[in-house]
């Protein structure tokens, strides 16, 4: 029996490689994989304590985390499809149209 | 619905008709207008047959507001002094109507102006049928707009735009002091019906009133602030500036604004409100001498004026001013009396003069006029009675009317006394003034231009017939008011006391005999003095203007009253509007404001835009920072 704290620690660490990638890197694809990292660390977490609570309540969240993620990996990739082909690029660096 | 309801609303429907679709009938606008006022003149002359047999009508239409203990309803009372008015008022304004017609010919806002007409008609007759003092107001105000709309009527000119301002701003100076009466009176009696005010009086008997460290009479001071109301709105000094511009419009709006609606309704007033007058000697006293030195103020000024309608313009000032010298000694059924006849012969006299002016085509200086008695035989026939009527002929309607008026005065004690020699003065003077232009319009050789004699005609009948059924009241209209010496029975006088009461007359028969004489006499010798100077020996005016320079100027010039209002009135409040309110408080305070405000907006927009970098890690780096906060928070506020 795996005790809660190592799931914990795990999801942590997950969440923080997750963050600091989505802060240092420039490319949206790592960005938009670091988005991924840092919501199944929060699944796992969930899943950690609706076993450890005995409570299915946590689970059902996680499907709807994945269903949601999954929606929102399709459309983020679909705009940067069309965002490269309208610049050819997928640095943000580059991306800087909304400065002030 | 009673008919006396449509005394006021049948030209009121008129307004309504042809301010609305009145360009749509082009030259027939006339119609609704005139038919409106016949109508008002038919029931009104119904209505005054009822009240001579007797009967007082006294009822509310409807409640107008109520608030609180404050409760005013449109309503009528149509007593004696109320039905003269009535017949005076559509009378006059039904044959101005029909000289409107041939005078405003061709004008392009002739359906605007027969609206007017019927505007200012119904706002006068609101003025003298309401049973409270709420509906006088309202009349009062109307009147005003009325005038200002018609004094402006040719607003293109500048001087006729002023003219229409001028009327409107110095009446308001009256009406603020009207106005301030009206609420004294309200807070004191709590109520504005003439019935509860008259029935009340008594209660302020005694009462005084503390202003600036001087104990007033109640009873005076709301009698000279409604007295403020009608000096301006009756043109008495000092506010008599407004009405000799007032000729600006067109003549047969003076006629009207004259004879009929606006300036009788303060000597209107001043007898509808006798009981309260009757309660304080000292206004009495201020009534009777603001017309004394009125009339003899604007006669003065009448003698030496060349403009043909300002002329008669400052006549009607000096008779307005007899009227209240009336009012003042108390006999006010000789002013409204005077008011009657006055209305007949003034609008006479004001469309004989548009007539003149049609003929000359505008031209208005006397100088330049003479001989037209020839060219125009009914406009000279009529305008020669006016000017007896009005310098008191026996026999014509000015005589019985000025004449009970001086004998009234000769017997209303010291004061009396001092108006009646005024008002004598003041009758030679007027004599003298109408037929100066009599002699100067009418008589002698033309003295204009060639084309403008060329073009010397008589009106068209629409104008001459009016002028024709006006000289009938000229001549007849005193007949109302004969005086028992002379074989009357003073009709009018007995008719009106149950309204105003009847002077005590203490004189004996000869001192009658004498002030008639005396009245005739001066009456004469201004005539013959006219025609001395203007007929048999005109280097006599000449030489006169030369000799007295001084006094001839400071009369030519209206003894430069206009000039000090200039002075001091006109030129501080110009001052304070463009140095004060425009320069500081429109262009500072407001337009700071109103640019402030977006400045600061813009501003910050400047400073915060600098957040945007554009870059997604900043605000990454943001979210990540602000929910670092958050979570902090939780952990260091929430209890687990």
Known sequence: MVPLEWYIALSTVIFIIGVTGFLIRRNIIIMLICIELMLNAVNLS????????????????????????????????????ALYRNKAVVHTDKLTEMKG | MDKYIFIPLLPLIGFCINIWVGKFFKEKAHWVAILAVLGSFIISVMTFVEVVQGKVINYDVYSWVISGNFKVSIGFLIDQLTAIMLIVVTSVSLLVHIYSVGYMHGDTGYYRFFSYLNLFTFSMLMLVTGNNLLQLYFGWEAVGLCSYFLIGYYFRKKSAADAGKKAFIVNRFGDFGFGLGVFMVFITLGTLHYTDIFANLSKLEGQTINILGVDIRLVTLIALLLFCGAVGKSAQIPLHVWLADAMEGPTPVSALIHAATMVTAGVFMVARFNPLYNMSDTAMAVVALTGAITSLFAATIALVQNDIKRIIAYSTVSQLGYMFLACGVGAYAAGIFHLFTHAYFKALLFLGAGSVMHAMAGQLDIQKMGGLRKYMPITFWTFLIASFSIAGIPG????????????LAYNGGTIGKIVWVIGTVVAALTAFYSFRIV?????????????????LHESPSSMTIPLLILMVGAISAGWVGIPPLLGGGNWIGHFLEPVLGHPHVHGTHAE??????????VAVGGIFTAAVMYLWAPSIPLFLGRTFKSIYTVLWNKYYVDELYDYTIVRPTK???????????????????????????????????KLQTGFLQHYAMGMAFGLFVIVSLVFIFVKI
């Open chain 2, 512 to 521: 009658e005999w004498m002030v008639i004489a005396i009245s005739i006499v």
């Open chain 2, 575 to 609: 001052w304070l509007a463009s140095r004060i309110l425009v320069a500081v408080t429109d262009a500072k305070i407001i337009e700071g404001i109103v640019n402030g405000v977006p400045k600061l907006i813009a501003e910050f927009g400047e400073r915060f835009r």
């Open chain 2, 439 to 455: 002699f100067l319009t009418f008589f002698g050789k033309f003295r204009g231009t060639h084309e403008e004699e060329h073009h």
């Open chain 2, 396 to 407: 014509l309607a000015g005589f019985f009317s000025k004449d009970e008026i001086l004998w």
């Open chain 1, 46 to 81: 969930l899943i950690a304590f609706s076993h450890y609570l005995q409570d299915l309540k946590g689970q059902i969240l996680v499907i709807f985390v994945i269903t949601v993620a999954a929606a929102e990996a399709a459309i983020g990739l679909a705009i940067l499809v």
